[in-house]
T-cell receptor, first 114, second 111 residues
Framework: DTEVTQTPKHLVMGMTNKKSLKCEQHMGHRAMYWYKQKAKKPPELMFVYSYEKLSINESVPSRFSPECPNSSLLNLHLHALQPEDSALYLC?????????????FGNGTRLTVT | QKEVEQNSGPLSVPEGAIASLNCTYSDRGSQSFFWYRQYSGKSPELIMFIYSNGDKEDGRFTAQLNKASQYVSLLIRDSQPSDSATYLCAVTEGGYQKVTFGTGTKLQVIP
């Protein structure tokens, strides 16, 4: 069982919908991440939060809006997405700025935009 | 642009053999190196991490790091069909918070 929990597991949304992806971890990690993974491609970094503050935004379109309400929760708000945004969205957490800081992934949300 | 390169495979090995997976990276400032296993439709699962030059062993897995050559590898001894998956090499760049993944090597262990 993963210690990083993502909901929902699957999401189908239209291009005019607004939806949110949720991620929760109870590992005491203070860095949290959103990655996007297309089929047969590696995960691509979208956002990094460190101590609940956005530290990295990899030039992600504004239709993706991250939020970190507290040290355990990470949200990704979705609005006016395009079909090409369909992918597996992965949340991860880690310790902050130490050598011993591998990423721990959740099970992902499979998003389909119609 | 910082790059992490892997042979996409598939790499086919017979059951019980040693599988050797390789990864090169372009950022000389990279400090931390990770190997993840990903089954089809699942999320990446951490196998090993290594920070110092040399070998690190954990059960059937050995990670090898050569920073001078900018090369990291993963050896899987006594390969099992359940090891069949895509293996992702991941490297930190510009500090510890940005982790970049290679394209992955698909491993097939033939019974």
């Amino acid at each position: 069982d993963t210690e990083v929990t993502q909901t929902p597991k699957h999401l189908v949304m239209g291009m005019t919908n607004k939806k949110s992806l949720k991620c929760e971890q109870h590992m005491g990690h203070r860095a949290m991440y959103w990655y996007k993974q297309k089929a047969k491609k590696p995960p691509e970094l979208m956002f990094v939060y460190s101590y609940e503050k956005l530290s990295i935004n990899e030039s992600v379109p504004s239709r993706f809006s991250p939020e970190c309400p507290n040290s355990s929760l990470l949200n990704l708000h979705l609005h006016a997405l395009q079909p090409e945004d369909s992918a597996l969205y992965l949340c991860a957490s880690s310790q902050v700025r130490t050598d011993n800081s591998p990423l721990h992934f959740g099970n992902g949300t499979r998003l389909t935009v119609t | 642009q910082k790059e992490v390169e892997q042979n996409s495979g598939p790499l086919s090995v017979p059951e019980g053999a040693i599988a050797s997976l390789n990864c090169t990276y372009s950022d000389r400032g990279s400090q931390s190196f990770f190997w993840y296993r990903q089954y089809s439709g699942k999320s990446p699962e951490l196998i090993m991490f290594i920070y110092s030059n040399g070998d690190k062993e954990d059960g059937r897995f050995t990670a090898q790091l050569n920073k001078a050559s900018q090369y990291v590898s993963l050896l899987i001894r006594d390969s099992q069909p359940s090891d069949s998956a895509t293996y992702l090499c991941a490297v930190t760049e510009g500090g510890y918070q940005k982790v970049t993944f290679g394209t992955g090597t698909k491993l097939q262990v033939i019974p």
